[in-house]
């Protein structure tokens, strides 16, 4: 069994800053990617930011120069340090890993339940 559990989401006022973290654990033999997502309300869920199991990152064009992922694999970590926060940065985040458990042996997508990232004066 392997679990995602985000936290770090609320509410901040635009220009303000959030950082999310998304843990994952059970049996966990090897995580590759891990990236974060986002679904604002009637749109459809859009990649944020990804990073391979070596540090390799990739953002989405209006993320850039905002929002920085980074990962802790000593606790099978993920984090997203996002700055100048804007209105249109509103939406629920979802973390997601590809990861290898001791009961499935091959590389699956995982996902969290989310955490809502509110941007409003």
């Known amino acids: 069994q392997v679990q995602l559990v985000e936290s770090g989401g609320g509410l901040v006022q635009p220009g303000g800053s959030l950082r999310l973290s998304c843990a994952a654990s059970g049996t966990i033999f090897t995580i590759d990617g891990m990236g974060w997502y986002r679904q604002a309300p009637g749109k459809q869920r859009e990649l944020v930011a990804r990073?391979?199991?070596?540090?390799?990152?990739n953002y989405a064009d209006s993320v850039k120069g905002r929002f920085t992922i980074s990962r802790d694999n000593g606790k099978n970590t993920v984090y997203l340090e996002m700055n100048s926060l804007r209105p249109e940065d509103t939406a629920v985040y979802f973390c997601n890993a590809q990861i290898k458990s001791y009961t499935i042996m091959v590389l699956t997508h995982y996902w969290g339940q989310g955490t809502q990232v509110t941007v409003s004066s």
């Open positions: 990073i391979s199991s070596i540090g390799d990152t």
